[in-house]
């Protein structure tokens, strides 16, 4: 599972961009988000995440998203 640092996500819009730890940007879709109540990203906030080949081989996150204060250890 990737980890990184939300670095924009626009809540109207639904959608942001997210700094992987030692990667490249990855896309967010508020789809994707698992937590309960209204789906929605802060900038600066750490998460754990999946990433998947988007369309247009974008890569983009996926299943498994979760603010990372949120996972189990």
């Known amino acids: 599972m990737a980890q990184g640092t939300v ?3 626009n809540a109207e819009k639904g959608y942001g ?3 992987v730890d ?5 896309f967010v879709h508020y789809s994707a988000i698992q937590m309960d109540g209204y789906r929605t990203l802060e900038e600066g906030q ?3 995440f999946e990433i998947s080949q988007g369309q247009k081989g974008r890569r983009r996150t996926w299943s498994d ?4 204060e949120a996972r189990a250890d």
């Open 7 to 9: 670095k924009w996500f």
């Open 17 to 19: 961009f997210i700094a």
């Open 22 to 26: 030692g990667g490249a940007d990855v």
């Open 46 to 48: 750490r998460v754990d």
């Open 65 to 68: 998203w979760r603010p990372a």
